[in-house]
């Protein structure tokens, strides 16, 4: 297990390893997000009070949970580097800050198209919105404070240390709607007795929730490759490779 961790942290057998597993992401995870979309507009049935605004959901809830997890994955792999030094997990890091900034901005894109019609306007500050946008901030934060500095390993410190600090707004993000009165409505999927959604809309949302999780591995095996490569440029065993 030691020598496999070992591997895993060296750059030549990582940005091997990347590139293998790159397709394997990439495909499904296509394949799952166009299944979803067809079933979530074709078959899905209307909301009885939302009628067919509420098919932003099969884009906005799963893109919002992803801009969660990527930012928890952003933190624990900056932890990792702080505590051990590893300079894979800072390019790791580094590496999820735009997907993760992808997913919250569209989070609260879409967010902001279905408030309109339902709520009468595109934006509240709503404390479930609010924490999002900080989100938002805080990978926007991350990245410019990493272009900031010349210097690689002062870059990746900081921006650590940033990381860290920021993921205290997760659980925030996440428990807003029970801390707080919020317009946003409570959770209707993870729900630990009876999800409050019907089965017929369930399933796809499943679907498109699986197909953005492999999207991630996908984008984060390319970016981390890229990120591998910018860093040992001058590296022996890249210039043998190619």
């Known amino acids: 297990m030691w020598l496999w961790l ?4 060296s750059p030549p057998h990582a940005y091997r390893l990347l ?8 495909w499904p995870a296509l394949a799952l997000i166009l299944l979803a979309t067809w079933w979530g507009l074709a078959w899905a049935p209307r909301d009885y009070q939302q009628g067919d605004a509420f098919r932003l959901l099969y884009v906005h809830a799963p893109s919002a949970w992803m801009s969660m997890f990527t930012y928890v994955v952003m933190a624990v792999a900056a932890g990792i580097g702080m ?8 390019a790791a890091a580094a590496s999820c800050a ?3 900034a992808s997913f919250t901005f569209l989070a609260l894109a879409t967010g902001s198209i279905w408030g309109k019609p339902m709520w009468g306007t595109w934006w509240v500050w709503d404390a479930r919105l609010t924490s999002e946008l900080i989100l938002l901030f805080l990978y926007l ?3 410019a404070l990493r272009s900031s500095f010349d210097d690689p390993q002062r870059a990746d410190r900081a921006s650590a240390v940033l990381a860290i600090v920021g993921v205290i707004n997760v659980p925030i993000i996440h ?8 317009l946003h409505q409570p959770a209707s999927v993870t729900k630990l007795d009876k999800p409050s959604i019907a089965i017929e809309m369930l399933y796809p949302l499943f679907i498109m929730m699986l197909g953005f999780q492999l999207y991630f591995g996908w984008a984060i095996s390319r970016r981390l490759r890229g990120e591998i490569l910018r860093r040992e ?3 022996k065993w890249l210039k ?3």
């Open 141 to 143: 934060g991350y990245m």
């Open 19 to 26: 590139g293998k597993m790159a397709p394997w992401f990439g």
């Open 83 to 90: 505590i051990w030094r590893i300079k894979l997990a800072h």
């Open 240 to 242: 043998e490779s190619t």
């Open 233 to 235: 440029r001058n590296a």
């Open 6 to 9: 070992h591997k895993l942290g």
């Open 98 to 100: 735009p997907i993760g």
């Open 175 to 182: 428990y807003s709607v029970e801390w707080w009165t919020t």
